[in-house]
């Protein structure tokens, strides 16, 4: 296996120095130097974002292929990977929606993981085809599937379902009006919902020896208003107190949603691989079922994670799911637009370029104001590590 | 058989009483138990109760007892955890959050007078959770935790205080939650560890301890605690150096005599049958 390395391939070659001529002309000394050190950095910036050609495809190849290159399925994290939150609106990382198509034309096996929490399959569907992520009702599969398929396995057919109404969705062939008959409880509800009848009605449930699955384990998450509220992961720990109840978690990070998603998509752990932002939960538990993992470097990805624990290395560390996806395609050689490379990054150079000094012009306006330069905000979220 | 000679050797000098599930279960007597009760109290033996009850006042708890056919508890002989951490804060001068059932909320009325009588910071420095019972609710739990985090957030120590942690309870026939799982979940959300005021805390037995004689003289393998909870009760009284003995009234369960870690220094029927044993002192084998 070659070390996965954090250096970047696509900084090695020198980049194309943008066109100059047409901003030089007019400006003082003083401006152009300035202008000529923002130029700089973007095109620092860029070298690492946006310039591919051929040449670093088959460098890749050769450094990855051994690592990555059995691939057969991409098993890609939602929200941090595929888009960000920001303002409550979900915004697509950047190029994840080029990178998405391109991973679609390639013939790699897709699937989209992602835990139940207020919203039922349907509408996460919903909501990723409208960020332009089209996606096929078979290729997303989340802790509801994963519970589903459990229950079956262990022939639980009455559970006491503690989730919302939208999400009873996901479960209606399961629903069971006798109480005599809960052989189990579903816990994923808005905790909202959750009051003292109801955990206490749990409690007798869970006393009589029946698990509880917990669709969401997370303690705490970002409600309205950016404040801290408290999760199904937290109720779960109540019960668990309360009774010694059996916690079955069937959602992400378990290594049991990990196993059950292979087994989902019918290839061994060994061909599929984990783009995600989190270290711990999408890149050390599919590592423990020998599974593939790459760490992006958004949503809750933060300085020097990747170094985060001592035994856990991820197969590539990349800025983002479009160069995931670029190295993976590489690696694999399942580049679906590799004939026409040359010339369509020669064209999107070019596009590039153009679109840049529409934005070196812009900047030499105001080439003092710092305002230009947003720096991204992430949000952390705590997820409670269980086991199953 | 060990577990029936907790009643011999060193002679009993006190006993502490558990109210639910050894007097009461819910609104019934439990089988027994007042005319034991009685025969307690008529022996000269030192009788406290020591509660967990965090949802009633203690004045409430001794009319429920009497109602049921209790005679000659006092106010003061009952300990709940709620006076004592009362006395607490207002020691330390705390303004606390309270997520306790409005019965309790009496317990507390010196603290919240002294609050509303300083001015100034009116930001809480501590919550304080009880068994609240129906007051349980999303809001309710998500109002104590954000106060939490914000003090974290704010660098200050998130102070928790609970008056129990107390898993569940068996009242008319149900189950149901005590207060012990909602402050689990807190400590879990926040990583933080409640201070506990209450059973199966050391420090409130040794409270009880004190007040069975004015001068020390009766010592903790000289008292006995009679409970139906092996945690609170019995692991807590062996942990402050009492004898603990389970009864199987309550929400005992029959599990619990095998329990992994801990050995009650003796399990008996009901509340009768260990006044018996306490009065004979005899070994029933």
């Not at chain 2, 967990?52 to 209790?70: A, C, F, I, K, P």
């Not at chain 2, 420090?203 to 009679?226: C, K, N, P, Q």
Request: proline fraction near 6%; aromatic fraction near 8%; include cysteine.
């Amino acid at each position: 296996m070659s070390c996965p390395s954090k250096t970047d391939v696509f900084a090695t070659p020198p980049p194309q120095p943008p066109p100059t001529a047409t901003l030089e002309a007019p400006e003082t000394n003083e401006i152009s130097a300035q202008i000529a050190e923002i130029k700089e950095k973007i095109s620092l910036n860029a070298k690492s974002d946006e310039v591919f050609d051929c040449a670093h495809n088959e460098e890749i190849r050769a450094q990855y292929q051994p690592t990555l290159g059995s691939v057969k399925c991409v098993i890609i994290s939602l929200e941090g990977t595929l888009f960000t939150i920001r303002c409550h609106d979900a915004i697509p990382t950047p190029g994840a929606v080029e990178a998405f198509a391109k991973l679609r034309r390639s013939g790699l096996k897709i699937l989209l993981v992602t835990n139940t929490w207020l919203k039922p399959n349907q509408r996460i569907l919903k909501i990723l085809n409208k960020l332009g992520f089209p996606v096929d009702e078979s290729e997303l599969y989340t802790s509801s599937d994963c519970c589903k398929m459990f229950m079956n396995k262990h022939e639980l057919k009455h559970p006491f379902l503690l989730v919302s109404d939208d999400v009873l969705k996901d479960f209606n062939e399961m629903e069971t009006l006798n109480p005599f008959q809960y052989d189990s409880i579903v816990l994923g509800l808005p905790s909202t919902m959750v009051d003292y009848r109801l955990m206490t009605k749990a409690l007798s449930i869970l006393h009589n020896g029946h698990p509880l699955l917990v669709l969401h384990p997370a303690r705490t998450e970002k409600a309205k208003g950016s404040c801290q509220i408290i999760a199904p992961g937290l109720y779960a720990k109540t019960l668990e107190f309360a009774t010694d109840a059996k916690l079955v978690i069937p959602s992400k990070p378990s290594v049991g949603f990990y196993v059950e998603a292979c087994k989902y998509v019918g290839f061994p752990p060994e061909q599929c691989v984990m783009i995600g932002d989190c270290i711990s939960d999408d890149v050390r538990n599919p590592h423990e079922i020998c599974m593939k993992a790459i760490l992006v470097k958004t949503g809750k990805y933060k300085n020097q994670d990747e170094f985060k624990y001592c035994q856990v290395r991820p197969e590539l560390v990349v800025d983002n799911f479009y160069k995931a996806i670029r190295y993976v395609l590489s690696a694999t050689d399942t580049d679906p637009d590799k004939a026409s490379d040359l010339s369509a990054e020669a064209a999107k150079r070019e596009q590039w370029k153009k679109e840049h000094d529409d934005f070196f012009l812009r900047l030499s306006s105001y080439a003092n104001d710092d305002k230009c330069v947003k720096s991204r905000s992430i949000c952390p979220q705590k997820i409670g590590s269980f086991i199953w | 058989m060990t577990s029936m000679s907790w009643a011999e050797g060193k002679p009993i000098k006190g006993v502490l009483l558990d109210i639910s599930g050894v007097l009461r279960d819910g609104h019934e007597a439990i089988a027994g138990s007042v005319d034991a009760f009685h025969k307690l109290m008529k022996s000269g033996l030192e009788v406290r109760l020591v509660t967990n009850e965090s949802q009633v006042t203690r004045q409430g708890s001794s009319d429920t007892l009497q109602s049921l056919g209790y005679q000659g508890v006092l106010l003061e002989n009952i300990f709940a955890p709620a006076p004592l951490l009362a006395k607490e804060l207002l020691k330390h001068g705390h303004r606390p959050h309270l997520l306790v059932h409005p019965k309790v909320k009496p317990e507390f009325d010196a603290v919240i007078d002294q609050i509303s009588q300083s001015e100034g910071e009116t930001d809480p420095t501590c919550v304080v959770i009880a068994d609240a019972a129906e007051y349980f609710t999303y809001e309710s739990m998500n109002t104590a935790f954000r106060i939490l985090l914000s003090m974290q957030q704010k660098g200050l120590d998130p102070k928790l205080f609970t008056l129990g942690r107390g898993r569940y309870y068996k009242e008319n026939g149900l189950l149901w939650m005590d207060v012990g799982p909602f402050v689990t979940a807190l400590e879990y959300g926040l990583d933080i560890k409640a201070e506990l005021f209450g059973k199966p805390s050391p420090v409130f037995f040794h409270t009880a301890l004190s007040s069975l004689s004015s001068d020390g003289e009766i010592s903790a393998d000289e008292v006995v605690m009679i409970g139906d909870d092996i945690i609170g009760d019995v692991q807590g009284a062996m942990d402050a150096g009492m004898r603990g003995v389970l009864v199987r009234t309550g929400k005992f369960r029959p599990e619990d005599e095998n329990h992994p870690t801990i050995k009650p220094s003796g399990i008996v029927d009901n509340l009768a049958s260990a006044v018996d044993m306490i009065l004979r002192g005899c070994n029933t084998n």
